[in-house]
T-cell receptor, first 110, second 115 residues
Framework: SQQGEEDPQALSIQEGENATMNCSYK?????LQWYRQNSGRGLVHLIL???NEREKHSGRLRVTLDTSKKSSSLLITASRAADTASYFC??????????WGAGTKLIIKP | DTGVSQDPRHKITKRGQNVTFRCDPI?????LYWYRQTLGQGPEFLTY????????KSRLLSDRFSAERPKGSFSTLEIQRTEQGDSAMYLC?????????????FGSGTQLSVL
């Protein structure tokens, strides 16, 4: 299957701690995107990292990409209650189709 | 609001009935996608349009599902003879225009419950 594998499936941490989630694919990574989904809502694009990039930052988000391992990590620093959501990685193929992971459910405890 | 809008937000129907959902993409976007999502899973691709042309349809999509985008603007997704297995969140997304095709903008989805 081309579906991405995400790890962990669920993560519960204290507010202020850092959260790290990982994503891997069996196929090569072209451009890798991360999205956030709040419960019962649509997905919101967070960050995109291209196959020729190794690391990218956006605010409290840091994304790394290892094309040799076909994997990516999303780090959220200094977590807040509002970060509670599901996080999905998605690998875009040459036809602009996204191949999704199953998501990591993140819970931030106050 | 210039985001992607979907209507209705929730739909409850009885098995065997037909349902239709509507999606209004961001106006300048030429690509429009439909996805289905069940609890605890990532979105599952159903179909996508470039302008009014339906360019790809998932082989998982049975012939009970049909989508249209008649004027290259809004789109409808119809499910005929609904089954309980059709219960899911149906998500619409759009991309393109002055932004790239790479970043998708999603609507809030239509939650379908088939009783």
């Amino acid at each position: 299957s081309q579906q991405g594998e995400e790890d962990p499936q669920a993560l519960s941490i204290q507010e202020g701690e850092n959260a790290t989630m990982n994503c891997s694919y069996k196929t090569s990574i072209n451009n890798l995107q991360w999205y956030r989904q709040n419960s019962g809502r649509g997905l919101v694009h967070l960050i995109l990292i291209r196959s020729n990039e190794r690391e990218k930052h956006s605010g409290r988000l840091r994304v790394t990409l290892d094309t040799s391992k076909k994997s990516s990590s999303l780090l959220i620093t200094a977590s807040r209650a509002a970060d509670t959501a599901s996080y999905f990685c998605a690998n875009m193929d040459s036809n602009y189709q996204l191949i999704w992971g199953a998501g990591t459910k993140l819970i931030i405890k106050p | 609001d210039t985001g992607v809008s979907q209507d209705p937000r929730h739909k409850i129907t009885k098995r065997g009935q037909n349902v239709t959902f509507r999606c209004d993409p961001i106006s300048e976007h030429n690509r429009l996608y439909w996805y289905r999502q069940t609890l605890g899973q990532g979105p599952e691709f159903l179909t996508y349009f470039q302008n009014e042309a339906q360019l790809e349809k998932s082989r998982l999509l049975s012939d009970r599902f049909s989508a249209e985008r008649p004027k290259g603007s809004f789109s409808t997704l119809e499910i005929q003879r609904t089954e309980q297995g059709d219960s899911a969140m149906y998500l619409c997304a759009s991309s393109g225009g002055t932004a790239t095709n790479e970043k998708l903008f999603f609507g809030s989805g239509t939650q379908l419950s088939v009783l």
